[in-house]
């Protein structure tokens, strides 16, 4: 029999991780951490974080760099990998559809199952529901149940139309919560881009989510006050959670008042949130409802302050009237750098990019939101700490959506028992490079981790690795 002295040495020493990230500042937004430390990672999950040196089958050494949690962006179109890879080189780890959702939650879930870089999720969404239960478009609701987003193709023919009775509330109340039940995170309610939505239908949705006890993310009905005190009111009234998307985009000129509204509402008790991009352009279709007729009063911008996606080139009334009807997606300078900053600096405003499909001439916040706001407004405007930045990327919004989605209390925070979602960066280089004329990558992204997979690893993307898993919520479970 071995003697037990000569077993103690393998007995005592130090368990083996699958992948160890050494000598790095870590930084936990959740309990406040700020030390250096060794971050163990076995299984996908983050098993140790020691103040001494761990072994590992493979090791980072991040000396000099900060350690994250994963950056969680919860306002993200760009629901592919082509966006993906520019999202993860921005330090993202799970980009959600929440603003509009999607047409069938359980076809976009099975449309990116074993083949996403990053974790992914979406709400049902009640602009393309509703277009789906009126009579006149009934055979769009079989395409719908089918189709993984579609926005643009099912909402857009209801988008004038109202609901007329009683029916088809029910038929909608149906139809949401069937995309509940598939996995959907929520409510997506965009309904500047359908006009036709009556106040009425708007608060019995408000009505729906709070017997649900799922939140609403909305993109409010204007850019004017009334539009927050509408969706603000409806939250007061029915109890229902409520996210207010792009803050900025939405309020223009009149943040200040709007920011005082989500402030005083949240200080009463009401579940609001809200959320801002770090640019002074916005981005949507030239078709959409937004292009109306008065669309330069409403915005306050005219034809050059719109930039068509595909050339880069600014617009003029008759490139506008050329354009508009064959559709396409443009950028909207419309915004003032320090209403930017005012949003960044409130304490309740998160960051989140709205995001669009991949486009090389996409706008810049679809590839570099993350690293301008550590970049930018932390590290050169100092309109944040580093710790308070890193916040309103991971632990705030993984706590918007936790409720909902019991896989994010282990997103958005380093500890033991935490998914491995990681992103380890340099604080003194990094930046967004992306232009308002071509997307390319941030650069100061060192390494970002999935499930405790490495998908960018020196500042390259790993190939032949998928290791992004679904969001779901838990609706009816």
């Known amino acids: 029999m071995t003697p037990l002295i000569l077993l103690l040495p393998f007995l005592l020493q130090a368990p083996s ?27 996908g999950r983050i098993e140790a974080i020691s103040a001494r040196p761990l072994t590992g089958k493979s090791v980072i050494n991040a000396t000099g760099k900060v350690v994250a949690p994963g950056f969680i962006d919860i306002h993200a179109h760009g629901q592919s990998n082509e966006a993906n890879e520019y999202q993860m080189h921005d330090g993202v780890t799970t980009a959600l559809e929440l603003e509009v959702g999607v047409a069938s939650v359980a076809a976009y879930l099975k449309e990116r199952a074993n083949n996403a870089w990053i974790n992914y999720g979406a709400t049902a969404s009640h602009g393309i529901t509703r277009t789906t239960v009126m009579p006149q478009f009934a055979a769009l609701e079989a395409k719908a149940r089918t189709t993984p987003l579609g926005w643009n193709e099912l909402m857009s023919p209801g988008r004038y139309e109202p609901l007329r009775t009683p029916e088809e509330i029910t038929r909608l109340a149906a139809g949401l919560e069937r995309g509940l039940r598939e996995g959907g995170l929520g409510i997506g309610m965009a309904h500047q881009y359908y006009p036709g939505a009556s106040r009425e239908e708007i608060l019995r949705v408000f009505e729906m989510a709070a017997r649900w006890k799922v939140p609403i993310y909305t993109h409010v009905r204007s850019m004017e006050v009334e539009a927050m005190q509408e969706v603000i009111a409806n939250a007061a009234a029915t109890g229902a959670s ?236």
């Open 17 to 43: 991780y699958d992948l160890v990230i050494a000598n790095g500042r870590v930084m936990d937004p959740e309990s406040g951490l700020d030390s250096v430390r060794h971050i163990g990672i076995r299984a």
């Open 242 to 477: 409520l996210h207010i998307v792009h803050v900025n985009s939405m309020s223009l000129g009149a943040l200040p008042v709007v920011l005082d509204l989500i402030g005083g509402a949240r200080k009463r008790g009401l579940d609001i949130t809200t959320e801002a991009y770090p640019y002074t352009a916005a981005s949507t279709h030239l078709e959409s409802t937004i292009f109306d007729e008065g669309w330069q009063k409403r915005l306050g911008i005219s034809y050059g302050d719109v930039q068509w996606e595909k050339t880069g080139e600014r617009l003029t009334a008759e490139t506008f009237a050329r354009y508009r009807p064959q559709g396409g997606t443009v950028i909207m300078h419309l915004m003032k750098p320090e209403w930017i900053a005012r949003a960044m600096a409130s304490p309740f405003v998160m960051v989140a990019s709205d995001g669009m499909p991949y486009a090389p001439g996409a706008h810049p916040r679809s590839a570099g939101t993350f690293s301008r706001v550590l970049g930018l407004y932390v590290r050169e405007e100092k309109v944040l700490t580093l710790m308070q930045g890193l916040a309103k990327m991971t632990i705030d919004p993984a706590r918007r959506v936790e409720a909902v989605a019991p896989a994010m209390k282990r997103k958005g925070r380093l500890k033991v028992g935490a998914d491995a979602d990681i992103t380890v960066f340099d604080a003194a280089t990094i930046r967004d490079t992306a232009t308002f004329e071509k997307l390319s990558f941030s650069t100061g992204i060192a390494h970002v981790l999935v499930n405790g997979v490495t998908v960018v690893r020196d500042g390259a993307t790993v190939p032949g690795v998928k290791p992004g898993q679904a969001i779901l919520g838990n609706y009816g479970r």
